[in-house]
C-alpha cells in the first residue's frame, strides 16, 4: 500500500470525528446493565444507526427460553456484512453489555459527557466505544472506493459479562457466521494475544435457624461460610507462588465478590450464600481449578458439624490462547499501530477474561485491540466516571482502518 492511502484513510478519519463521536454517545446513552441484562433495545438503537448509513444490520434474537436460563431478559445481537470481493472475512466484535454502574459517579452514568477531552459513560471504554471504532474504521475504507478482496463482518454482541455463550458463542452455535480472523474489542497500546480464564461459583452453606436467645438449638450456617472463606481464602496465599509465563499475567486469583445471608439480627443464620471468581492463567487446567476449588470447600465444611455445603458453577470462560494463525493481525496492527501513535505495540496477555476466546475455540484466529488507555485501571472500566479519551478513539480508528486495508486489498 502506499503511505498516501493510509494518509488519506486518516484525513477521512479526522474529517468525520465529530460524527463518530456523537455515534459513540447515543450508543452510552442507552443502558445496558447486565444484571438484568435486558440488552435488546440497545441492540435496536444501534442498528438504527447503522442503516442511517445505509447499511444492512441482521438481528439476531436469542430465544427468550434460552436467555432467561442465563439469568437475562433479552439478547438480540447483530450482523453487519460488508463484502468486497472473494478472499478472507474479518470479524469486528464488540460487545454492549455492561456491569450496572453502581455508586460514586460525578456525571451521569448515561450521558455521555464530554469534558477536556474525554467521554464519561459506562461502557464509553469498554466496549461500546468500539463499536464506534469498528464502524467508522469501515465507514473510512469504503469511502477510499480501493479495490479490496474478502469482506468485513461487524460482530455487536450482548453476553460479554455472562460469559459470552449467547453472544458470539450462540452465533457460531447457529452457524451464523464463520470468520476467518477476528479482532475483538480492547485498548491501544497493545495488542492482546492471550488472556486468564475465569470459573464463577455459587457456594450454599445450609444450617439451621434459630432464635438468638437460644443458639445451641440452631446451626449457624455464617460460621460455616466464615470457615469456608478463610480456607479460600489461604488458598489465594498459595496461588501468588504460581507464576504464569505470558507477559502480562502473573498468577492465579480469587475473589469472593458477594455474600448473603441470615434473615434478621436476632435470628442465627440458617443459610449464607457465597459468589467467588477464579482467575486462572493460560497454563491452568480449568477441570483440575474446579475441582481443587471444590475441595476445599468441602474440606473446610466437613469439620462443622450440622453444615451442608451445595456448590454450582455459574460460568466457565476457557483462557485464550493464541493461535498460529494469528500474524496476519498482529503484523497489520502493529505497523500502523506504531505509525500513529509514534511507539511500538507489543503483544501482551491480560488478566481480563473476553468472549473473543469463543472465536479462538472455534479455531478462528483472535487477537484484541481497539479504543483504550494502557490499563485498566485508567478507564476506570467497572468503576465510577468510566472515561475514554477521544483521541484514543481517534487514532485507534485510523489504526484498524489502515490494518483492515492491509488485511483486504487484492
Not at 480464564?197 to 445450609?206: A, D, I, K, N, W
Not at 450464600?273 to 486462572?280: A, E, F, G, S
Not at 485508567?378 to 477521544?390: M, T
Request: proline share 6%.
Amino acid at each position: 500500500m502506499s503511505s498516501s492511502q493510509y494518509n488519506d484513510l486518516d484525513a477521512w478519519i479526522d474529517a468525520h470525528f465529530d460524527e463518530e463521536v456523537a455515534f459513540l454517545q447515543e450508543l452510552v446513552r442507552v443502558p445496558t446493565d447486565t444484571p438484568p441484562g435486558n440488552n435488546a433495545p440497545h441492540a435496536q438503537r444501534t442498528a438504527e444507526l447503522l442503516e442511517a448509513i445505509g447499511w444492512e444490520v441482521e438481528r439476531h434474537a436469542v430465544p427468550e427460553a434460552e436467555v432467561r436460563a442465563a439469568g437475562l431478559e433479552s439478547i438480540t445481537n447483530l450482523i453487519v456484512r460488508r463484502k468486497y470481493g472473494s478472499g478472507r472475512t474479518v470479524a469486528l466484535n464488540a460487545h454492549g453489555d455492561v456491569v450496572p454502574p453502581g455508586e460514586g459517579w460525578t456525571r451521569p452514568p448515561y450521558g455521555g459527557v464530554i469534558e477536556n477531552g474525554r467521554i464519561y459513560g459506562r461502557a464509553a471504554a469498554v466496549s461500546k466505544s468500539d463499536f464506534a471504532t469498528y464502524t467508522f474504521a469501515v465507514r473510512a475504507l469504503e469511502a477510499m472506493g480501493a479495490k479490496l478482496a474478502g469482506s468485513v463482518e461487524l460482530h455487536f454482541t450482548y453476553d460479554e459479562e455472562f460469559g459470552g455463550l449467547l453472544g458470539p458463542g450462540w452465533l457460531l452455535k447457529q452457524r451464523q457466521t464463520k470468520p476467518d480472523l477476528v479482532i475483538g474489542a480492547s485498548f491501544s497500546y497493545q495488542i492482546v494475544t492471550a488472556h486468564n480464564g475465569c470459573l464463577q461459583m455459587e457456594v450454599t452453606v445450609h444450617g439451621k435457624m434459630a432464635h438468638a436467645a437460644i443458639p445451641d438449638t440452631g446451626i449457624d450456617a455464617l460460621q460455616g461460610a466464615t470457615r469456608i472463606l478463610n480456607a479460600l481464602y489461604e488458598q489465594n496465599t498459595l496461588y501468588r507462588k504460581v507464576r504464569s509465563s505470558v507477559p502480562g499475567i502473573n498468577h492465579p486469583y480469587l475473589n469472593v465478590g458477594r455474600i448473603e445471608g441470615g434473615t434478621n439480627t436476632n435470628v442465627v443464620p440458617g443459610k449464607v450464600v457465597l459468589k467467588l471468581d477464579r482467575r486462572m492463567i493460560p497454563e491452568e487446567d480449568p477441570a483440575q481449578v474446579e475441582a481443587g476449588i471444590r475441595g476445599v470447600i468441602n474440606e473446610a465444611a466437613s469439620g462443622l458439624p450440622g453444615i451442608t455445603v451445595e456448590i454450582k458453577r455459574l460460568l466457565l470462560a476457557r483462557a485464550l490462547k493464541p493461535l498460529p494463525g494469528n500474524a496476519p493481525l498482529v503484523e497489520a496492527l502493529q505497523r500502523h499501530g506504531q505509525r500513529v501513535f509514534g511507539e511500538p505495540i507489543p503483544t501482551t496477555g491480560t488478566p481480563l477474561y473476553t468472549d473473543a476466546r469463543l472465536y479462538c475455540e472455534a479455531g478462528i484466529p483472535a487477537v484484541l485491540y481497539g479504543a483504550g488507555p494502557r490499563t485498566v485501571l485508567e478507564s476506570n472500566a467497572k468503576r465510577a466516571d468510566e472515561n475514554l479519551l477521544l483521541d484514543d478513539l481517534r487514532r485507534a480508528t485510523k489504526v484498524v482502518a489502515c490494518a483492515l486495508l492491509d488485511l483486504l486489498s487484492r
